[in-house]
């Protein structure tokens, strides 16, 4: 199993927790497994549906989707041993950036959107005398997150941002040039492909990612 196998079981509609399955099943048997053994093990909500989207893929179009950026995944030795522990972690992730932040000790900061004013000194506090100590993870949403990331790149220090939607998508839209900024000199990742639009069941399952950085 390699980086794009994976984005196909995803492009056939397999969730992050069905293709867990398959390379938990793969990884204890020590073997690979045909398409409809995969369909079994996953324990998918219909196989066959499963199935057919697989075989209808269309591969030399899904190899240009897939490579419109790099990828990291839980199969590769650069993948965060952080992530490895957490719930659910994600199979596949998209980046630009300096995939070597992911060595380094980490701290997820996150916070409310709509911050006061205190709330945003404190975190900027909180960032600064960490020094370079940690580098910071957090969303690049309004508020904190925002704060969060500036804090850490006034200061000297390096910063992860983790988002909801494909690489080439920027939101919130006035944290353009911030995350313009950070995916060519920090670090930005995504479960999403190119052009994915930040829909609203994406930012609970980014927060999953921020959270496995928590210590």
Request: proline share 4%; hydrophobic share 40%; aromatic share 8%.
């Amino acid at each position: 199993m390699n980086n794009f196998e994976l984005f196909k079981l995803k492009k056939a509609g397999l969730t992050n927790l069905n293709i867990l399955a398959i390379l938990d099943y793969q990884e204890k048997q020590e073997k690979s497994l045909s398409l409809r053994n995969m369909a079994v093990v996953s324990k998918c909500k219909n196989p066959i549906l499963f199935m057919e989207k697989y075989k209808a893929l269309d591969t030399k179009e899904l190899r240009k989707e897939f490579n419109c950026f790099p990828s990291v995944s839980i199969l590769d030795d650069e993948y965060p041993l952080e992530l490895k522990h957490c719930y659910n972690p994600p199979v596949l992730l998209f980046y630009q950036g300096n995939l070597e932040l992911l060595n380094r000790p980490k701290m997820a900061v996150v916070g409310a959107r709509t911050a006061s004013a205190t709330g945003t000194k404190s975190v900027q506090k909180i960032v600064k005398e960490l020094g370079n100590h940690f580098v910071i993870v957090s969303g690049l949403a309004r508020g904190i997150d925002t704060s969060a990331h500036l804090s850490a790149l006034k200061n000297g220090g390096a910063s992860i941002a983790v988002i909801g939607c494909g690489l080439d998508v920027y939101y919130p839209k006035e944290n353009k040039q911030l995350q313009a900024y950070m995916a060519k000199n920090h670090l930005v990742l995504s479960e999403y492909v190119a052009g994915e639009a930040p829909l609203k069941f994406h930012f609970p399952e980014r927060n999953r990612i921020i959270a496995g950085y928590q210590i």
